[in-house]
């Protein structure tokens, strides 16, 4: 594995993808330009889990050969949340921090007020300590009540809106704590994996070339699912149609973007490697077979184990998964609907790719004891 790109990196969009069981064939082709002579261009797009040994590499124009293809991984360190995200949060902490700044502002002026307040209070109580009993008058004692009034009144308020701009205050510094948090932890700095596809290109002269690659991929794959209706004949309850309709439900969470792609679906297992028999010399001999055995027949029967898909590892809920496979030659199928977009977020996603009706017999059966209700057959 390389950690860096010897080449110019051009982006390369999915063409055909053909999904298996249990993973997907991927065309990404490129348009690139060339110099003359030996070079690496880089293609872009490609799952950081894709099948290094299933590489392939086209050059679709005159002049250009192929010399070789291969994977090349790099990393990246990123901050966790992107550049908007991260801005939001630098606008937030800011407010934050001007808020709590202007609450601890009003806490201050409340203190002054309050320690006004209890100046005033004193400066009352020495003054009527001062003023001898035989002084007051009715008249003048209602002026000290009165004036006792306002000082406590003030005093009071002063300590309530004290009490109001510390809770404030508390409740900014609190905030402002929280969004410094969240802002710390947007910027710190993740690994983030990217896959390219290296080809050695040889050109006789300058110029653009077409460049595809082939590959394969885990994490993507598809099942069949079917759906049956039944017509009914009015003029004759005992005849109707049945229309099959089968869907190709399919998953995918490879990372790659596969929008408006040429889609194909295939019962076909590449997941198990085939190996030709070995070949040895088939010497034949004429001869001339006695009358037993011209009214004799030899039949002979082969029998084949269909193998499972995957790697046989780990536990599995159930025996055997459902399959795609009939013990037959392999099917492809393809979407009724042309191209396909299958989003990378792991979610099924339906397609039609077939479509028959048939002509039924319909009958009501009952199985007593089953049920006692009749059954439509």
Known sequence: MSDAVTG??????????????????????????LAAGSQWVALEGVSIVVDDRSVQARAAAPGVRVLAARVVRRVHHVAALGREAIEALEQ???????????????????E???????????????????????????AMLGSWRAAWETVENAGTD???????????????????????????????LQ???????????????????????LYRVPCALWRP??????????????????????????WQRTGEVWENVEMRFSTARPARAATPPPIDDDV??????????????????????????????GERQVDEMPGVDDGGMPLEFAPRTGRV???????????????????????RVLFPERAAVAHLR
């Open 8 to 33: 110019r990196t051009f982006p390369a969009r999915a063409t055909r993808v053909t999904l298996f069981e249990d993973r997907a064939e991927v065309v990404r082709a490129a348009r690139v330009t």
């Open 92 to 110: 937030e902490e800011r407010a934050a921090r001007e808020r709590a700044e202007t609450a601890w502002k009003a806490v201050e002026r409340a």
């Open 112 to 138: 002054l007020t309050e320690g006004r307040s209890a100046q005033m209070a004193q400066r009352w109580a020495r003054a009527i300590a001062g003023v001898p009993r035989k002084a007051f008058e009715p």
């Open 158 to 188: 002063a300590l309530a809106e004290a009490a109001r701009a510390r809770a404030e205050a508390t409740r900014a510094d609190d905030d402002r704590e929280r969004a410094e948090r969240r802002l710390a932890e947007g910027r710190v």
């Open 191 to 213: 690994p983030r994996w990217e896959a390219v596809i290296e080809v050695q290109l040889a050109a006789q002269a300058a110029g653009e070339a077409e460049v595809e690659a």
């Open 225 to 250: 699912e079917h759906l049956a209706r039944l017509a009914a004949d009015g003029n004759d309850p005992k005849r109707g149609t049945v229309e099959v309709v089968t869907f190709a439900t399919a």
């Open 284 to 313: 034949l001999h004429l001869r001339k077979k006695a009358e037993e055995e011209k009214r004799e027949v030899v039949v002979e029967a082969h029998e084949r184990t269909v193998q499972l898909a995957g790697i046989d590892r």
């Open 341 to 363: 977009t299958l989003p990378s977020d792991g979610r099924p996603f339906r397609v039609e790719v077939a479509r028959a009706s048939a002509a039924a017999t319909v009958e």
